[in-house]
């Protein structure tokens, strides 16, 4: 079936420096995606997203990057702080009747001090 | 304003028992989703409601488990006789419509013994 994938499982980064999430999708159908941050106990909190008509989109401290040619989409935080830690997950839009979303397994970013 | 809510936060059940989850989507979206979360896993979709239309079932794993909207505004998701496989996190999500951004409550965590 359709999946999406994460390249890392885990991302240890310093604080301060850039963090980039990774992602690969399989439906090249797919026409809407997001992220999601996931802290420890707590139900997913929506980042961004981003519609296929577009290859980037900036947030506050977040971008996200759309490649349709080779299916990726990745996730950039910027001077990555304490709070960031966390897993973050990509999810994807089949573009079907239906608007569940697919989700990947997930990279959990670890934020040395 | 409110998010969405869930309840209850945790349920221990034994098997082969029927337990009932609850959520409270954000007031005003017609679109209510809910997803399982096994541990430290990705999201899995379970059942979408959309206004007044034929939820998608699709996700469901089983006929032991059903989901409900009533008034178009709560949603009850029932698991009858639990087994231990389905302790998970149970999670919603609403949006203001098809394709827009998902707002997720804290969840659900049942364990089954």
């Known amino acids: 079936g359709e999946s999406v994938g994460l390249h890392l499982p885990t991302l240890s980064v310093q604080e301060g420096d850039n963090s980039i999430i990774n992602c690969a999708y399989s439906n090249s159908a797919s026409d809407y995606f997001i992220w999601y941050k996931q802290e420890s106990g707590k139900g997913p909190q929506f980042i961004i997203d981003?519609?296929?008509?577009?290859d980037k989109r900036q947030g506050q401290r977040v971008t996200v990057l759309l490649n349709k040619t080779v299916k990726h989409l990745s996730l950039q935080i910027a001077a990555t702080q304490p709070g960031d830690s966390a897993v973050y997950f990509c999810?994807?839009?089949?573009?079907?009747?239906?608007?569940?979303?697919?989700f990947g397994s997930g990279t959990r970013l670890l934020v040395r001090p | 304003g409110a998010g969405v809510s869930q309840s209850p936060s945790n349920k221990v059940t034994e098997k082969g028992k029927d337990v009932e989850l609850r959520c409270d989507p954000i007031?005003?979206?017609?679109?209510l989703y809910w997803y399982r979360q096994s541990l430290g896993q990705g999201l899995e979709f379970l059942i979408y409601?959309?206004?007044?239309?034929?939820?998608?079932k699709s996700g469901l794993p089983s006929d032991r488990f059903s989901a409900e909207r009533t008034g178009g505004s709560v949603s009850t998701l029932t698991i009858q006789r639990t087994q231990q496989e389905d302790s998970a996190v149970y999670l919603c999500a609403s949006s203001s419509g098809g394709k827009e951004t998902q707002y997720f409550g804290p969840g659900t965590r049942l364990l089954v013994l």
């Open positions: 007031s005003g979206h017609t679109a």
């Open positions: 981003i519609r296929s008509n577009m």
């Open positions: 409601f959309q206004g007044n239309s034929a939820p998608d």
């Open positions: 999810a994807e839009n089949p573009n079907d009747s239906s608007y569940k979303l697919i």
